[in-house]
């Protein structure tokens, strides 16, 4: 990504959790994962990586890992009551990116574009 002149960079929950383990969930997983990652990458890229903004915005787009409140609260695939929450004080267009595969602009609303498939 270094090699990407206008890419964004901005941490996630697997950033955050690899330079502080003791914020991870207690899951059978993430352990293995953390010290697979922190020996992978050292301390000096584990702490740059965490050092990260958690959000960055690019013309009226506001780009974050899971949700603006929090790297790891996130959008379900089906509507849910706290969506709303989610998205407190953000004025920038909500992008969907349910399906990890495309980013479809909302239009009408958060739901506008996911549901009517543009």
């Known amino acids: ?4 002149p206008d890419a964004l960079w901005i941490r996630g929950n697997g950033e955050r959790w690899t330079a502080n383990p003791g914020d991870a969930p207690d899951n059978p997983v993430v352990p293995g994962a953390i010290e ?3 020996a992978a990458l050292g301390p000096q ?3 740059d990586l965490a050092a990260l903004p958690t959000s960055a915005a690019r013309a ?3 780009i974050c890992h899971g949700s603006p409140v929090s790297d790891v609260r996130s ?3 089906s509507p ?3 969506e709303p929450e989610l ?3 953000v004025a920038a267009s909500p992008v969907d990116l349910r399906a990890h595969a495309s980013a479809v602009p909302a239009t009408g609303g958060w739901r506008g574009a996911h549901q009517s498939g543009q």
Do not use: K, S, Y
């Open 1 to 4: 990504m270094e090699a990407l």
């Open 36 to 38: 697979a990652a922190r």
């Open 45 to 47: 890229l584990v702490a």
């Open 60 to 62: 009226d787009m506001l």
């Open 75 to 77: 959008f379900l695939p």
């Open 80 to 82: 849910a009551d706290d």
């Open 87 to 89: 998205l407190d004080g």
